[in-house]
């Protein structure tokens, strides 16, 4: 048996039966496993081996469902999995019909709750411990935050907030600090100390008692405590966490197993929040991983033999065709900024960082602060473009309505991973930015292929005006769309058909299908147009009149049904005076998979044979009439 202490964990609880010196090969075991299996389906790989340790610990410590884990952002997951008995899943990780990259409370009553971007755990888990008390059910709840999310300012509204709750744990996932022997040493010692709980026990009836004394003892109290932390500011330089209510504890080893078991333990007894600072090591035990933990943070399936380096050789797509092309326009257009959150390589703009490193900022996964910083750039003369994920512009939304549109200041957004997004499910999908920037009234372009993305970009940099947006997919351009080219106009007929009076029409990756459709429909004797939309915000000029002479027009796009594109195409037609028959397929965002892109069109009838099938359906039904 290749893994027999992991092949024991079948469900929550099994972990508890091992014993303690079998819980470092248990490890070395999920190592290897997380390793071997994300080799083959893809998935989030350095943050999870970073993790393993600590988690084991939790699962020892703890007692799932009835207490609480939430992670923040999610991907660091798969350790809790396996150890809720989801080992079988992970043959279909991140595929369709197998289990999520994330924690889903739909797949295990040991998630708490779904997670997919980051700085959020803290405040969930808050509203978890304050239901907890308000009910009166047992149980902590732990919050485990990489040091990555304290870049993102909801931790620290959050730890404004966390009262006396006795039954919160925050853990800091710190994988980036190291600890010095002498410190660490002491810290260690002093941890041992204070996580026992006769330290708690004598903590307070050391201050009950001298509260009790008449007149001084409420002072003593309070000069014994000014001490301790004066004292701990020189050991921890954690005045911040105590001074927010914290009891810190730390740093601790987060890869020694057994203090973390026995740590976990002694916490079971608290009278106040506790914050432990865990130090760990990203990409721990995969020394491809460690070397580079962003480059393998997350990947697609790999030949551990043949590993690349996709920071030396990144893969063609759009993102580094935005990014190359942005630093090719920086060079002449001095006033150029680019910012992005956290995603320097997922935006391609290493390029613009190593060309004009004075004018990139990355500012963490702080999207809000972003698009605020971009606001104030440009209110100064500069043009900033923020390239973030669509995913990660939803948490920007006030400050893109207040910030940046109010006073229509000269702010590029350049979002990425738009439309339907792969393998990371309903938390990443790119569906809903078309609708809020139609609501800001933000000029927004949707490039089906890199010639446009160029010729657009180009565009939109040298003739500022205003907030404006350009929005393209994952990946590389499709051969079919490629071949179009770049006409320079704000909608094109890809596709006509002599007496033709259908028409379907789309933007973006989606025209790929639209244009599969139309081939489709002739094999059927049906004649159809296809138009491919550039400009989607407002409606590209003359779109009414072109598409008036039609009888039905389908409309197709990866954006959610209410107030996307569609349903605005609809309104202007109707408008206008047309009185034909209008399809409208959307992204109908009730239920969305973890999927491949070809699966998520399919199963929102957004691929060609649905399209078609839509047309022939609504011209059999009026041949009936």
């Given amino acids: ?329 920086g060079k002449d257009c001095r006033e150029l900024c680019a910012i992005t959150a956290a995603m320097k390589y997922g935006t391609g703009l290493q390029y613009f960082k190593h060309d004009h490193p004075d004018r990139f900022f990355d500012v963490g996964m702080a999207e809000q602060h972003a698009v605020t910083f971009a606001a104030g750039l440009a209110s100064q003369g500069l043009l900033p473009t923020v390239a973030i994920y669509s995913t990660f512009f939803q948490r920007a939304y006030d400050q893109m309505i207040h910030d940046v549109c109010l006073m229509r200041l000269n702010v590029l957004f350049a979002v990425d991973r738009a439309g339907l997004v792969p393998n990371d499910g309903e938390t990443h999908q790119g569906i809903y930015d078309p609708a809020f920037f139609s609501e800001m009234r933000v000029e927004t372009y949707s490039p089906a292929n890199y010639a446009e993305l160029e010729y657009w970009l180009t565009r939109l940099v040298r003739h500022p005006n205003g907030p404006r947006a350009i929005r393209y997919p994952r990946g590389e351009e499709k051969p079919s769309l490629a071949a179009l080219g770049c006409s320079g106009e704000q909608f094109d007929f890809i596709d006509r058909q002599e007496g033709a009076d259908t028409v379907l029409v789309s933007y973006g990756a989606e025209a790929e299908e639209a244009l599969a459709a139309c081939d489709l429909l002739l094999q059927k004797s049906v004649r159809a147009d296809c138009c491919k939309l550039v400009r989607i915000v407002p409606l590209p000029e003359g779109i009414c009149k072109a598409l008036a002479g039609y009888k039905t027009i389908l409309f197709a796009e990866e954006c959610v049904r209410d107030g996307g594109i569609g349903q605005q195409l609809c309104f202007a037609l109707q408008q206008s005076g047309w009185r034909g028959t209008f399809l409208l397929h959307a992204v109908d965002n009730r239920h969305l998979l973890h999927a491949n892109v070809p699966q998520l069109r399919k199963d929102q009838a957004l691929d060609a044979a649905a399209l078609a099938d839509s047309v022939l359906n609504i011209l059999t039904s009026r041949s009936m009439e």
């Fill in 1 to 329: 048996m290749r893994y027999p202490l992991l092949s024991r964990i079948r469900r929550p609880g099994d972990v508890k039966k091992l014993l303690p010196e079998e819980l470092p090969v248990l490890c070395d075991e999920i190592r290897s496993f997380l390793i071997e299996s994300v080799s083959a389906t893809g998935g989030h790989l350095s943050s999870n081996l970073g993790v393993v340790e600590l988690t084991v610990a939790l699962h020892r410590a703890l007692r799932l469902p009835q207490d609480k884990i939430v992670f923040d952002v999610g991907h660091q997951c798969y350790t809790h999995k396996l150890l809720t008995g989801r080992r079988a899943g992970f043959a279909q990780l991140r595929q369709k019909d197998g289990i999520s990259g994330f924690p889903n409370p739909a797949e295990s009553d040991c998630d708490a709750f779904i997670a997919g971007h980051g700085s959020t755990a803290l405040s969930v888990a808050i509203g978890i411990a304050r239901a907890k008390k308000i009910k009166g059910e047992p149980g902590k709840v732990v919050a485990i935050i990489g040091d990555g999310a304290f870049t993102g300012g909801m931790v620290y509204e959050g730890m404004n907030n966390i009262g006396m709750l006795n039954n919160l744990i925050v853990i800091l996932n710190d994988n980036k600090m190291s600890i010095s022997k002498n410190v660490g040493e002491i810290a260690n010692y002093l941890t041992r100390l204070r996580t026992d709980p006769k330290y708690f026990h004598a903590k307070a009836q050391m201050e009950t008692a001298l509260e009790s004394i008449p007149v001084v003892g409420a002072g003593m109290v309070r000069v014994l405590q000014g001490g301790k932390q004066i004292i701990r500011r020189g050991i921890y330089h954690s005045t911040m966490f105590e001074e927010m209510g914290f009891q810190y504890v730390g740093p601790v080893d987060g890869h020694d197993v057994l203090q973390l078991s026995q740590m976990f333990t002694n916490l079971q007894e608290q009278a106040a929040p506790l914050f432990i600072h865990v130090v760990t090591k990203k990409g721990k035990g995969f020394k491809p991983a460690e070397e580079n933990p962003g480059e393998f943070h997350g990947v697609s399936a790999f030949d551990m033999n043949h590993i690349t380096n996709p920071e030396v050789s990144p893969k063609d797509s759009f993102s580094t065709c935005f990014g190359s092309k942005l630093s090719e326009l």
